[in-house]
């Protein structure tokens, strides 16, 4: 007896707490997309901030790129300066010019030199050089070899044991008879003053690094890492092989690291050298506020939806639907014309399933009959549609097509243009050649529409009797008149006897109008325009094509049409 009354308990439990999930579930979907919708627009707006921050950071990245250049542009000017007084007299000569000349608003340039062939200094601003032998110096050797300007990488200066950079351009480049070289020491100092505006930026890193990876610059709360290699800043060294390596004058790179944050480097070669400007950015650091924000509307999210919970399973007993009533309301929409309604049999009791079973057999029956009707019927509306003697669309199925074309062309904002197409003098071609003859003659006439519509992808129909239409979607004015003298003249080159026209061929008249499909118009002012144009064409002897001026006019009383 105590198993019967479980079991009948257990039933009873599984039977409300169904039904109450359901309830608790609908009351999620009702308010779930709201909070989803909040967390959204947190996301869109994190998705901006982050791209105005990082262009921002890019922009001043860029003007600390060109700094650089013009640093490196100014030695350049100043070797090459020295280069020609060299080239034009002897050593001490030219040492004088070279002293007497060097500016003195280039504070960066430590010190200028002649180096001889040898590799020896021959003369320099500062006299503690002058004898030293710097010939196995890379760039001394390259400037020699490529006989332009050259921009080392990092190193410590022997006479004073200071990290620099060298400048070196070979007098041979301006006369070849001359084997010197002119170098200039570039303090690293200056390189990174010019990079200060980047430090203290949360999420941000720069540095300009050498050929070989050497960081040469970086802002005040990176200096300690100037003359390290870039591997020392694990920020910035997953970019280093592609931006030491790479042929392109920039580039970029995005990936999570470790951390689980997503990180976007960048780099620029700065002009004239081997030199690259690497970049980082950190997107937990700097969209870290509003990562917050949406950390608290999931937060909320999980709250609302355990309230709606609660409140669901609290409220479901008012709540309860008996399976008959489910039954009730699925009858009700198949009933209602909603052939597709069925009942879940595995949402029932095992008593109502055989119930189910043969309302869905009879609803299958019913909705199959229900098909195969309205296949039919769709056959008939075809060809309803169809003019049988051009193989045409008929007036019905054009006008279908153009209220169709006409809601497209006002969702995209796009022209469209309708030519009207009349057979000239037709009542006199069927008088002198018969109605089978003119019956043919429209046909041909159809065929050839069809071809040029297909061509132009566009819409032709046989509008009435010896008229035609041709509707061409996406379509200016300028280009629907290319299409009507197209159809005219391909018309007209078909050269089918017409002895009582003065073309002694069957030829054609064509009105042109073309609109941008607004809230204020219809596609009934499309059709008059074309009429209007058409009908002008006419008056003007026939055979020709006649574009109609379809302008919007604004008054007091709104926008109209006129011709």
């Keep these: 007896m105590s198993r019967i009354t479980f079991g009948r308990n257990r039933v009873k439990l599984k039977k409300l707490l169904g039904i109450r999930l359901r309830l608790a579930l609908l009351a999620l979907l009702l308010v779930a997309p709201l909070m989803l919708e909040r967390a959204r627009s947190l996301e869109e707006a994190r998705g901006k901030q982050l791209a105005q921050v990082t262009q921002e950071f890019r922009d001043l990245a860029e003007r600390t790129a060109d700094t650089q250049r013009e640093v490196?542009?100014?030695?350049?000017?100043?070797?090459?300066?020295?280069?020609?007084?060299?080239?034009?007299?002897?050593?001490?000569?030219?040492?004088?010019?070279?002293r007497a000349s060097l500016p003195l608003n280039l504070p960066w340039i430590r010190n200028v030199m002649v180096v001889g062939a040898d590799g020896r200094v021959q003369c320099s601003v500062l006299n503690a050089p002058v004898g030293l032998d710097i010939s196995d110096r890379p760039y001394f050797k390259k400037a020699r070899e490529t006989r332009d300007f050259v921009f080392s990488d990092f190193l410590t200066a022997r006479m004073i044991d200071k990290p620099m950079v060298?400048?070196?351009?070979?007098?041979?480049?301006?006369?070849?008879?001359?084997?010197?070289?002119?170098?200039?020491?570039?303090?690293?100092?200056?390189?990174s003053k010019s990079m200060?505006?980047?430090?203290?930026?949360?999420?941000?890193?720069?540095?300009?690094?050498?050929?070989?990876?050497?960081?040469?610059?970086?802002?005040?709360?990176?200096?300690?890492?100037?003359?390290?290699?870039?591997?020392?800043?694990?920020?910035?060294?997953?970019?280093?092989?592609?931006?030491?390596?790479?042929?392109?004058p920039e580039g970029s790179l995005s990936f999570t690291a470790s951390d689980g944050a997503r990180r976007d480097l960048s780099f620029m070669r700065i002009p004239g050298t081997e030199a690259r400007l690497v970049m980082s950015v950190d997107e937990s650091k700097v969209t870290g506020a509003i990562n917050r924000d949406i950390r608290t509307a999931y937060l909320q999210l999980g709250f609302v939806c355990l309230f709606v919970l609660l409140g669901a399973l609290i409220g479901a007993e008012k709540l309860i639907i008996e399976p008959i009533e489910?039954?009730?309301?699925?009858?009700?929409?198949f009933g209602e014309g909603d052939w597709s309604a069925r009942v879940a049999r595995s949402r029932l009791p095992s008593e109502f399933v055989?119930?189910?079973?043969?309302?869905?057999?009879?609803?299958?029956?019913?909705?199959?009959?229900?098909?195969?009707?309205l296949a039919t019927?769709?056959?008939?509306?075809?060809?309803?549609?169809?003019?049988?003697?051009?193989?045409?669309?008929?007036?019905?199925?054009?006008?279908?097509?153009?209220?169709?074309?006409?809601m497209k062309a006002q969702q995209y904002g796009s022209e469209l243009s309708l030519l009207m197409i009349d057979v000239d003098h037709f009542k006199?071609?069927?008088d002198t050649y018969g109605h089978p003859e003119g019956d043919a003659c429209l046909t041909r006439l159809g065929e050839t529409l069809a071809?040029?519509?297909?061509?132009?992808?566009?819409?032709?129909?046989?509008?009435g009797g010896e008229e035609f239409c041709l509707l061409l979607p996406n379509t200016g004015a300028q280009r629907a008149m290319e299409v009507g003298e197209t159809v005219r003249a391909t018309i007209r080159s078909l050269d089918l006897p017409h002895a009582t026209s003065s073309h002694q061929a069957v030829t054609v008249s064509i009105g042109v109008a073309c609109t941008l499909p607004g809230d204020n118009g219809r596609p009934g002012d499309l059709i008059e325009a074309a009429d209007a144009a058409l009908y002008a064409a006419k008056h003007r002897g026939r055979n020709t094509v006649v574009e109609h001026g379809f302008i919007r006019l604004v008054d007091e009383a709104g926008m109209a049409l006129a011709g």
């Design 72 to 98: 490196i542009e100014s030695v350049a000017t100043v070797l090459k300066s020295t280069a020609y007084i060299r080239s034009a007299g002897g050593i001490a000569r030219s040492c004088d010019l070279m």
């Design 166 to 191: 060298m400048a070196a351009y070979p007098v041979s480049a301006i006369n070849p008879d001359q084997d010197s070289v002119v170098v200039a020491g570039i303090t690293l100092d200056w390189m």
């Design 196 to 248: 200060t505006r980047l430090s203290g930026r949360s999420g941000f890193t720069a540095v300009m690094i050498d050929s070989k990876g050497t960081i040469l610059a970086a802002p005040d709360d990176l200096a300690s890492l100037i003359g390290r290699p870039i591997d020392a800043l694990s920020l910035i060294s997953a970019i280093a092989d592609k931006a030491l390596y790479s042929e392109q």
């Design 326 to 333: 489910m039954m009730t309301a699925v009858a009700r929409r």
């Design 354 to 373: 055989p119930l189910a079973r043969a309302f869905n057999a009879m609803a299958a029956q019913l909705s199959q009959r229900e098909r195969e009707m």
């Design 377 to 406: 019927n769709d056959r008939l509306t075809v060809m309803a549609s169809i003019d049988m003697l051009s193989g045409l669309a008929n007036r019905r199925g054009f006008q279908s097509r153009l209220d169709f074309e006409w």
């Design 428 to 430: 006199l071609y069927n």
């Design 451 to 463: 071809g040029i519509a297909a061509d132009n992808m566009g819409f032709a129909a046989r509008y």
